[in-house]
């Protein structure tokens, strides 16, 4: 299928070509479910699931694999991430662009009478505006590292140096930044990282991770999910060490080895700021060509940014730019709200939303450039 | 003879195994002996000269073990 693929914040494609080949070599090859036996195939199961373990480490400083913990998506590494955390009567702190992987787990909490809540209506948050909020019993600070609407990137050195002095749990959605920014987990002070494994990792579809700081006591942290795991059979509890303590079940093995695919072809072809710079190349470009079209906006900061642009041009809804787009020039981005009403409502843009381009490692001058093209067309037929 | 290392995991013994083989260290992964224990996973076994340098290395690499089985029949 030809056409231009702008929606990398939703799901990167297309992935390196060694995704596919890994994925389906577990899968014609191996096929074994890893840690259930000893016969060669659970072996070489285990021993690929291990490895997407060592990459996840060490592209997020960890020293102890083990504590790279895989999920679902980001959504589930958050969910395990806040519900095994919290107690009842704590008060959790969140920012205000969050993605609803974060608010909606949140405010169910909240609702039910469960934790005290503040959200920090801001698009950057200063430690002016996390100490003004923190409170006796504040217990977790949760923070989307990057805007999936806008790309912008919140700095949380700071902010997460004062958590560690108040003994506040910090968790970071990295769903938008993992791979993009670079992130480490000690210097930055993060206690658990969530992140899906589709996106900025190029994994496939439907894999996540949840990265627990070497630091971290995660004896407190109540798994979201228990079952079996292959070990201490005997026993009805669920084991306390890592990873079992968060993984029960047969793990996503072809997923995971897509996973560990996309990290080595990210470990092997590109060094620190590659990514970001070709992908903020990218953007710049798109939103230069755009500058003359009237009634063209874009809701920009000028923070670093992931790649991302939200955009809007008057008269026409984004839904219906996103159809014109598609339909006339095979353009595929996302319009409306994309699953975050609250960054939205900061915007101004809510409840319409916006139209999304998000730019990916396999996106080109020439794709941006018939995009404007396209767009330039668009909004002079609506004139 | 040989000696087995016994995990809590087969997480655990894969990391080993990963570091052995790095390492050139003989060794061998089978299931757990069903009269050293009931998980569905991995122990690792060594020949006896070889559990010193194997658990020294685990030890650097901060590979967490749950114990070691000497001299056992298979």
């Known amino acids: 299928m030809n056409g231009i693929y702008f929606d990398n914040a939703a799901t990167s494609f297309p992935k390196p070509e060694s995704v596919a080949v890994s994925v389906v070599n577990y899968i014609n090859n191996i096929g074994a479910n890893p840690g259930r036996s000893a016969n060669r195939r659970s072996i070489e199961a285990s021993d ?35 519900l095994g955390s919290i107690s009842p009567g704590d008060h959790v702190i969140t920012g205000g662009m969050e993605h609803n992987s974060t608010m909606r787990p949140l405010n169910s909490l909240e609702s039910r009478g469960i934790i005290e809540l503040s959200v920090i209506e801001k698009r950057q948050i200063s430690t002016e505006d996390l100490m003004a909020v923190i409170k006796h019993n504040s217990k977790v600070f949760i ?13 949380t050195t700071d902010l997460f140096n004062l958590c560690r002095k108040k003994k506040i749990i910090t968790i970071l959605d990295a769903a938008q930044s993992a791979g993009t920014i670079n992130i480490d987990m000690h210097k930055d002070n993060i206690d658990i990282l969530a992140t899906s494994g589709h996106k900025g990792l190029y994994g496939p579809a439907g894999t ?24 201490s059979s005997e026993s009805f509890s669920q084991p306390v060490f890592l990873p079992d303590r968060f993984e029960s079940g047969t793990l996503n093995v072809p997923g995971i080895a897509g996973i560990a695919a996309g990290l080595q072809y990210l470990k092997d072809n590109f060094s620190k700021d590659d990514i970001i710079t070709h992908k903020n190349r990218l953007r710049e470009m798109f939103l230069d060509g ?94 | 003879m040989r000696d087995i290392i016994l995990f809590h995991n087969s997480s655990e013994a894969i990391w080993a195994s990963r570091v052995f083989r790095k390492q050139s260290i003989d060794y061998k992964m089978i299931s757990v002996p ?22 020294e290395s685990m030890k650097n690499t901060g590979i967490p073990f749950d114990r070691v089985e000497k001299n056992v029949a298979l």
Do not use: W
């Not at chain 1, 480490?57 to 958050?78: M, Q, S, V, Y």
């Not at chain 1, 979201?224 to 795991?229: A, D, M, N």
């Not at chain 1, 923070?303 to 014109?324: K, W």
């Open chain 1, 48 to 82: 690929i699931v291990f490895e997407c373990r060592e990459l996840l480490a060490e592209k997020f400083g960890l020293k102890d694999p083990l504590r790279a913990i895989f999920t679902l998506n980001a959504t589930d590494a958050l969910n395990t991430a806040i």
């Open chain 1, 290 to 383: 755009c500058s003359t079209i009237e009634g063209f906006t874009s809701y920009r900061s000028g923070t670093i940014n992931t790649g991302v642009v939200s955009f809007n041009i008057d008269g026409i809804e984004p839904s219906r730019l996103s159809m014109l787009l598609g339909d006339e020039y095979e353009i595929s981005g996302r319009p409306g709200l994309q699953c975050a009403p609250a960054a939205h409502i900061r915007l101004g843009t809510f409840p319409a939303g916006t139209m999304r381009f998000s730019f990916g490692l396999f996106n080109t001058n020439d794709e941006v450039e018939r995009a404007v093209t396209a767009i330039k067309k668009i909004a002079k037929s609506i004139r």
């Open chain 1, 208 to 231: 996540g991770a949840m990265l627990i700081n070497d630091s971290y006591d995660y004896e407190t942290f109540v798994p979201l999910k228990t079952g079996g795991t292959g070990s």
């Open chain 1, 143 to 155: 923070l989307n590292h990057a805007s999936n609407v806008t790309g912008d990137v919140q700095k």
């Open chain 2, 34 to 55: 069903r009269h050293l224990g009931s998980d569905c996973g991995y122990c690792i076994s060594v020949p006896d000269s070889n559990t010193g340098p194997a658990l």
